[in-house]
């Protein structure tokens, strides 16, 4: 079993910047990815970032240049640095790992509870 919790988000003005994070906590042998998605109002989810094994990133093309996944490991956490942020892209962002069990060594997903980033003047 995986917990993940998001923080971070909060209100910033267009153009400003946020740094998200998401702490994995729990029993589990290895984390295989993670991801950041973004649901707005009256939208379909959508990947905004993602880091796999190998350290291979993967980046929507909205936001390609501007955003930028990292981790520290010692911490068992990602983060997803957002900068010039747009109006448009006000939502709440959820992280998602995919992992391995400890216990039964079979593949699992979670989600965190998402946190709300709000970008408006």
């Known amino acids: 079993q995986v917990q993940l919790v998001e923080s971070g988000g909060g209100l910033v003005q267009p153009g400003g910047s946020l740094r998200l994070s998401c702490a994995a906590s729990?029993?589990?042998?290895?984390?295989?990815?993670m991801r950041w998605y973004r649901q707005a109002p009256g939208k379909q989810r959508e990947l905004v970032a993602g880091?796999?094994?190998?350290?291979?990133?993967v980046y929507a093309d909205a936001v390609k240049g501007r955003f930028t996944l990292s981790e520290d490991n010692a911490k068992n956490t990602v983060y997803l640095q957002m900068n010039t942020l747009k109006p448009e892209e006000t939502a709440v962002y959820y992280c998602?790992?995919?992992?391995?069990?400890?216990?039964?060594?079979?593949?699992?997903?979670?989600w965190g509870q998402g946190t709300l980033v709000t970008v408006s003047s």
């Open positions: 729990g029993s589990y042998f290895s984390i295989i990815a």
């Open positions: 880091i796999s094994s190998g350290d291979s990133t």
């Open positions: 998602y790992a995919n992992f391995q069990a400890r216990a039964s060594s079979s593949v699992s997903d979670a």
